[in-house]
């Protein structure tokens, strides 16, 4: 475990050095900036941006993505599950409809989901709301739970699941061997659809 050769620590250095020009000096630049108006100092810019309701917005952002996230990961989970874990006829085919709305822009994927609510006579008052938003939201992001449950499924060994199921049942081998080794899966499906 000796030094590393000169070489990797000039390359090191360069793209350190390029990592601070191009970065971090425009971001300290814009901060500072933040802090002048008119070439004096001042906090205007902050006072106009954090206000109550900023903050209701926020939080109001934070409960939809949170929604969502939730319900596209347990809905990830089950058909990732079911598509990786058990025989189902034609698998591929159902992968590549629920994987679908991924392929679709979420403008059309709100027009479509409102046309089909005009088709079954329902007012159009109802799109108007946050929870709509959270509809177009989960239909478009659930894929993305799906593959990344999917694929940690299909990763996990089957000789740990059969081993579950010779001392109890499937529900309880389900809750206490795979899911445990699919959590790493769920939290990032999580954190990646909440932002």
Request: with cysteine; net charge positive.
């Amino acid at each position: 475990m000796g030094r590393k050769p000169l070489k990797y620590r000039f390359l090191f250095s360069i793209i350190a050095l390029i990592f601070l020009v191009l970065v971090v000096v425009p971001v300290v630049f814009v901060f500072i900036s933040s802090f002048t108006e008119n070439e004096a100092f001042s906090l205007k810019h902050y006072q106009e941006t954090y206000h109550s309701g900023t903050f209701k917005l926020l939080l109001k952002s934070c409960l939809l993505a949170a929604s969502v996230s939730i319900a596209a990961v347990f809905t990830g989970s089950f058909f990732g599950y079911l598509l990786s874990r058990t025989n189902i006829p034609i698998p591929g085919f159902l992968k590549l409809l629920l994987l679908l709305p991924l392929f679709v822009s979420p403008y059309y994927l709100a027009v479509a989901i409102r046309n089909i609510a005009l088709l079954a006579d329902k007012p159009t008052s109802l799109f108007k709301n946050l929870g709509a938003v959270a509809v177009v939201l989960y239909v478009g992001l659930m894929p993305v739970a799906l593959m990344i449950m999917s694929a940690s499924f299909a990763a996990v060994n089957s000789r740990l699941e059969e081993a579950g199921l010779l001392v109890t049942g499937r529900l309880r081998a389900i809750w206490s061997v795979i899911f445990p080794l699919v959590r790493p899966a769920i939290v990032s499906s999580f954190i990646l659809i909440f932002i």
